[in-house]
């Protein structure tokens, strides 16, 4: 193999490992826009590596904030995220304290954090278990860069920015950025505390004097201001009611999954309280940001994907993606946004890089397919709902995607669904598996464009089937055949020229010269989930993706360990991805595959036992299982990730084999399977129209059993065995 030697403009949106401290543990606070990553101590230090902060619409608006006691950094008791994911509860105490005579673990330091969309708060309580009245002073240093997210993540910017200038009040404390793009930006520190305090140089001290069993407490709300917005005024009682009001209306939008297994409950409350943390209100409802840190905005992809884990759960989340992603589909060609007419997007930015087109992500559409995947979303919200008005309403943004995947999607007019990126700063690739060097030939040597991917293909044939039924129900029934027939000649033509009898797989992609690139990789495996793949094909692939060289006992990594690129610790060629796993299950479970699926979803729990609050990331490395040690990570995996937290919600609906079809109000369980460690799964308030359905499954010796306990009147409940 050649040694590639990658170009600057090729790797300049790799995130860098300096962008991360990697041997230290964050603590992750994220609501809608605005994130936080703090020390175990709930501290934001300017030393080391750089990633700690609170970010707000993609830009860092805090990067220190600093308690210290009497000049010294307190001791760590303990430090959790609470499982709702609200807040960050602390617990420190005092080192030895010369100044006063004070003995260390005398003091109680307890800290609150919350972040809302905008503002941060924080409430600290001092009390004194001394027998001796105690005399100390503590410290808050606070700081503001103004960094875009993308200079975090190691983009070398080209120009000189403005200085940050800041003020300081009797009670407040302000940082101002005025960028490159004309925006005001604004951090505002304002004070509570009936403690004597006074601000210098950024830093705000307090003098307390505790007698025995004594206690004061410090508050202080930070808000983040972009122009000329103003937060309304909110203490930590407020934050606290909004967030109970808040998980209180947003659960409703679910169904609640309980097994007999504990760990496993911990696994899906974990996952539903990060899905809600990653939920952010439009005007067309909720929107799943895609991750925090690097990715906290809308994705095309991401979205869709994370609302297909959700839909037999929470059909509504598909609904508010479709509408909002509807609302910003391409209609014009904006080579230097990768965007063509009916071309549904791939991220929307709005810090200052992305404003002054320093990168072209204010507005992107370079995603291969997103678009197929968005009218394969419509097809399933349909079935799952049979929520014709809405449908009728996004009927124009489909043939718009249809039109889109014939007339740009296929860039020469061989029938195949390919890419080749416009935007000179865009990225190389455009499809899921997005880096430089993800698409390649046997001997290692990268493919050149215009590149069809296999799993695009299946894409595009899933969306034609599922349009077709759309154009049916609305009695477009010439439209419907011509798709049909397009998706069944697809089909035949895939399976001729994409499968590879010697790889026992389909071929990652055909090249720009229609060259195969002949390396197995989980690619191939979304061609279960789409069914393009033969019945044939299907029970060959399958056990090519499950054998050692691609399944490493935590999962199924995203490149052979036969193959030439093969780097367990890369990006996309040997990682395990949970989600890639998730869709090959699923996809596995429609062929009957049901074994492949537990083996993945036992892989897939196990790792989750060994991750920090049982928060499946981005990804984690391809090395093969050790015992008695857990999945080792990658170094700057997002977490929580949307398409990752919700993988548990798709692995349950592959081992159920439940498909809710609202057009004919049935529920069929085919052949349901429930793995060894699940004796019992019950699942309640599970929306049917406007009724709800409640029913558990129970592991028999050989068999699952089933109990109905509730249903609407008109529905029937099919299980085959």
């Not at 000189?160 to 505002?188: A, M, W």
């Not at 520190?189 to 307090?206: C, E, R």
């Not at 090395?623 to 349950?652: H, K, N």
Request: net charge negative; proline share 4%; hydrophobic share 40%.
């Amino acid at each position: 193999m050649a040694t590639i030697h990658p170009t600057v403009e090729e790797t300049k949106y790799h995130i860098s490992t300096d962008a991360i401290n990697v041997d230290e543990r964050n603590k992750v606070l994220n609501h809608c826009n605005t994130f936080g990553l703090f020390d175990q101590s709930g501290n934001i230090s300017t030393a080391g590596k750089m990633v700690r902060g609170i970010y707000h619409d993609g830009t860092r608006f805090l990067n220190r904030l600093v308690l210290t006691i009497d000049g010294k950094k307190p001791l760590l008791l303990s430090s959790a995220i609470k499982e709702d994911n609200e807040i960050l509860s602390i617990d420190l105490t005092n080192p030895v304290l010369s100044k006063g005579n004070i003995s260390e673990n005398t003091i109680h330091l307890s800290r609150t954090q919350i972040i809302r969309n905008g503002v941060f708060l924080e409430e600290l309580h001092c009390r004194n278990y001394g027998n001796e009245t105690c005399q100390f002073d503590l410290s808050l240093a606070f700081g503001a860069d103004f960094k875009d997210i993308f200079e975090i993540r190691g983009i070398q910017r080209e120009v000189e920015t403005p200085p940050v200038k800041s003020q300081e009040g009797d009670d407040r404390l302000s940082f101002q950025y005025t960028g490159l793009d004309n925006i005001l930006r604004e951090t505002t520190i304002a004070i509570a505390s009936a403690t004597d305090f006074y601000i210098l140089h950024q830093t705000v001290y307090f003098t307390l004097t505790l007698g025995p069993g004594q206690q004061a407490a410090i508050n202080y709300t930070v808000h983040f201001n972009i122009g000329p917005e103003k937060k309304d005024g909110m203490d930590l009682r407020m934050a606290k009611e909004a967030i109970s009001q808040e998980l209180s209306r947003a659960r409703r939008l679910f169904a609640r999954v309980y097994t007999s297994n504990s760990q496993f409950n911990h696994w899906i409350n974990r996952s539903m309280a990060d899905i809600l943390s990653l939920l952010t209100e439009t005007e067309f409802g909720r929107y799943p940001y895609a991750g925090v840190p690097w990715y906290n905005t809308s994705f095309g992809r991401d979205g869709i994907i994370t609302a297909m884990e959700l839909l037999w759960l929470a059909p509504v989340i598909s609904k508010d993606v479709l509408l909002f992603l509807a609302s910003r589909q391409a209609t014009a060609i904006i080579p230097e946004k990768d965007a063509e007419p009916g071309k549904i997007m791939h991220e929307i930015r709005s810090g200052e890089m992305a404003n002054t087109g320093e990168v072209p992500f204010a507005e992107y559409y370079g995603t291969i397919d997103a678009t197929p995947l968005f009218v394969i979303l419509a097809g399933m919200y349909y079935q799952r709902t049979g929520d014709a008005d809405t449908i009728d309403r996004l009927w124009p943004h489909i043939t718009a995607a249809l039109s889109w995947i014939d007339n740009y999607g296929d860039l020469d007019g061989d029938g195949w669904v390919e890419y080749k990126h416009k935007a000179k700063s865009g990225l190389t690739n455009h499809g899921w598996k997005d880096s430089f060097d993800s698409i390649m030939h046997k001997d290692g040597e990268l493919a050149e464009p215009a590149i069809a991917l296999c799993e695009v293909q299946g894409y595009a044939y899933a969306a034609k089937k599922y349009a077709a039924s759309l154009a049916e129900s609305r009695k477009e029934l010439t439209f419907a055949e011509r798709l049909r027939k397009e998706a069944d000649l697809l089909k035949v033509k895939f399976n001729e020229q994409f499968w590879d009898d010697q790889l026992n797989c389909f071929v990652l992609a055909l090249d720009g010269s229609k060259q195969p690139c002949r390396v197995i990789t989980s690619n191939a495996g979304h061609c279960l989930f789409t069914e393009i793949a033969t019945e044939e094909h299907a029970r060959k692939l399958a056990g090519t993706l499950l054998d050692n060289n691609m399944f490493s006992g935590w999962g199924i990594r995203t490149l052979s360990a036969t193959e030439q690129r093969y780097n367990p610790m890369s990006y996309h060629n040997g990682s395990i991805w949970p989600h890639d796993n998730a869709l090959i299950a699923y996809g596995l479970s429609l062929y009957g595959f049901k074994e492949y699926v537990l083996k993945i979803m036992q892989g897939m729990f196990d790792a989750s036992l060994f991750i920090d609050l049982q928060r499946l990331p981005e990804l984690f490395c391809g090395f093969d299982r050790r015992r008695g040690e857990g999945p080792t990570a990658y170094p700057v995996a997002c977490s929580p990730q949307a398409w990752s937290i919700a993988v548990v919600f798709m692995m349950l609906q592959a081992c159920f084999r439940i498909n809710i079809n609202a057009l004919t109000k049935t529920i069929t369980f085919e052949q349901p399977l429930l793995p060894t460690y699940l004796e019992q799964v019950s699942i309640t308030n599970l929306i049917l129209g406007d009724s709800l359905c409640n029913f558990t499954l129970t592991r028999l010796e050989t068999d699952v059993g089933f109990n109905l306990l509730q249903k609407p009147d008109g529905w029937s409940v099919i299980i085959t065995k």
